[in-house]
């Protein structure tokens, strides 16, 4: 890019060589800086280089497809790099022709995610997205794409997904592809096919998304592995039941007029300002944000020389601390375990637990995520002020669910596997006890004896007149002892 005699010397060997060298850059990012520099005229360089070696499909496959791979990359679409990586796809998308090669090359590709992303972002986020949309070359491409299908990766349903929801495939297409409408993964960056690759906590992709939930069928009884199935069942319902509040929540708040209950629990000017060891929930990110007026803290910081004042200062900001220690410890927000969503633009961008709280006087807050490289993430989504980013806690227990669904994640068996997953019919009402009392015969006789002494005393049978002198049991008792007998495993719901 510097040298103004390669430039004008440009062949096909060149620009293979050119696109060799971007993808051996080692910091993307600086790559990223350079292609955009007016004075590196890396655009320029990109679109003589294509005029070149677009002819050839190998270089379409073999070496554009992973350039765009690495431009697309969550760490770059995530962060402030965003605005230069769709500045240079819009203007790889006007070289001459090559939306017509790529439409004829598509079909072959072995990887075509990288161009459904690129056309995803051609359609929705560029500046002349609304143009892209209309136009009949992109308008080919996409029906190109949607008849060809994913790869078979939860990533190329997903994106595939989002392909139809942006631009509204017609269903002669869709419906041609059945994998992408029915069963688990593809719908949002959290939607995987094994259940324990999911997230508990929300994606913002994710709650964003406008596709339904997959939730299992419990009808689905012939499956090849049904304990797999039971405790995929039970993850994804449960966790429907705390993903559903948080979904409507941020639809609330993205409404013209949120409710008040919302309303009073966003807090303003939100910045990441430290990050702390916590002894229990680990690292978690400092956020500072501005307080409720009531929890604001008047504090004199001017050193007095003289005793008597240096000492009521003192004893004045301690009173003050004190107020607001008192507020916050009564407060119903920020507790310990609450769900937080960080917003921008009334947009989420990620949600974190409250966890360090050490800091709250002085209106900090420690936010723990799902692991280290979305903690890095979040430190350059928000480590800069910027304008309305704000944090909500949302509806949803999250602390009370996170133990169960980490448990069914964690878990290999199921517990009396045998009565629970592969339920047998149940037992006739006149049905002898379960096999392991059957060795017993005084388990035999006692059965035999229950059952003809309905709405007697059973006490003596028992053995318990020292507790109770005199035990009769209703209709509805006296059947739930006896299905006690009967099975394995019995469900009793009381009272008694």
Same mark, same amino acid.
């Given at each position: 890019?510097?040298?103004?005699?390669?430039?004008? =010397?440009?062949?096909?060997?060149?620009? =293979?060589?050119? /696109?060799?060298?971007?993808?051996e850059f080692p910091d993307k990012g600086e790559l990223i800086a350079r292609l955009i520099s007016q004075e590196q005229k890396g655009k320029e360089c990109i679109q003589r280089s294509l005029e070149f070696a677009l002819s050839s499909q190998d270089f379409v496959d073999g070496i554009l497809s992973p350039f765009l791979q690495s431009l697309l990359e969550d760490r770059f679409m995530e962060t402030y790099f965003k605005h230069h990586v769709l500045e240079i796809l819009s203007f790889i998308s006007r070289v001459p022709f090559f939306q017509e090669l790529l439409a004829i090359y598509y079909p072959e590709l072995r990887n075509?995610?990288? /161009? $459904?992303?690129?056309?995803?972002?051609? $359609? #929705?986020? #560029?500046?002349?997205?609304?143009?892209?949309?209309?136009? =009949? #070359?992109?308008?080919?491409?996409?029906? +190109?794409?949607m008849k060809r299908g994913d790869d078979g990766t939860p990533e190329g349903k997903r994106l595939l997904r989002q392909l139809n929801s942006a631009f509204g495939v017609t269903d002669r297409i869709i419906k041609t592809q059945a994998d992408i409408t029915d069963g688990p993964g593809g719908r949002h960056d959290n939607d995987h096919e094994n259940f324990r690759d999911i997230k508990i906590l929300p994606t913002a992709d994710e709650v964003g998304s406008k596709e339904p939930s997959y939730l299992p069928?419990?009808?689905?009884?012939?499956?090849?592995?049904? *304990?797999t199935h039971l405790l995929d069942r039970q993850f994804r319902q449960l966790r429907e039941d705390m993903i559903g509040p948080v979904k409507d929540e941020i639809k609330d708040l993205q409404s013209e007029k949120p409710s008040r209950r919302t309303s009073r629990k966003i807090f303003s000017n939100v910045?990441?300002?430290?990050?702390?060891?916590?002894?229990?929930?680990?690292? +978690?990110?400092?956020?500072?944000?501005?307080?409720?007026?009531?929890?604001?803290? @008047?504090? @004199?910081?001017?050193?007095?020389?003289?005793?008597? =004042?240096?000492?009521?200062?003192?004893?004045? @900001?301690?009173? *003050?601390?004190?107020?607001?220690?008192?507020?916050?410890?009564?407060?119903?927000?920020?507790?310990?375990?609450?769900?937080?969503?960080?917003?921008?633009? @009334?947009?989420? $961008?990620?949600?974190?637990?409250?966890?360090d709280r050490t800091q709250i006087v002085q209106g900090r807050i420690g936010?723990?995520?799902?692991?280290?490289?979305?903690?890095?993430? +979040?430190?350059? *989504?928000?480590?800069?002020?910027?304008?309305?980013?704000?944090?909500?806690?949302m509806a949803s227990a999250y602390f009370s669910y996170e133990p169960i669904l980490s448990s069914l994640q964690n878990m290999t068996n199921v517990p009396l596997e045998k009565d629970v997953v592969v339920?047998?019919?149940?037992?006739?009402a006149s049905a002898a006890p379960v096999d392991h009392l059957l060795g017993s015969l005084r388990y035999r006789n006692l059965f035999r004896k229950i059952s003809d002494r309905e709405g007697q005393d059973i006490a003596p049978l028992l053995g318990v007149e020292h507790v109770f002198p005199q035990l009769i049991l209703d209709p509805s008792q006296h059947e739930a002892l006896l299905m006690c007998l009967r099975n394995r495993l019995a469900l009793v719901q009381g009272p008694p």
């Open positions: 890019m510097k040298d103004p005699e390669a430039y004008n =010397k440009l062949d096909f060997s060149s620009a =293979k060589k050119f /696109f060799l060298a971007m993808n075509g995610e990288p /161009f $459904i992303r690129m056309v995803l972002f051609l $359609i #929705t986020e #560029t500046s002349d997205a609304q143009a892209n949309r209309e136009s =009949k #070359t992109i308008q080919s491409l996409i029906t +190109c794409i069928r419990s009808s689905d009884d012939h499956v090849a592995d049904p *304990e910045q990441c300002v430290d990050v702390s060891l916590h002894p229990i929930d680990g690292a +978690c990110i400092v956020f500072q944000f501005d307080v409720p007026a009531k929890a604001k803290i @008047n504090l @004199n910081p001017r050193f007095e020389k003289d005793q008597e =004042k240096e000492k009521k200062r003192k004893a004045q @900001n301690k009173a *003050e601390e004190k107020k607001a220690r008192e507020f916050w410890d009564n407060y119903p927000y920020l507790r310990p375990g609450a769900l937080i969503c960080i917003i921008r633009n @009334n947009k989420p $961008i990620r949600f974190g637990v409250v966890g936010l723990r995520f799902y692991n280290n490289s979305e903690e890095i993430a +979040c430190l350059a *989504e928000i480590g800069m002020p910027q304008p309305e980013t704000r944090m909500i806690e339920a047998p019919a149940a037992p006739a």
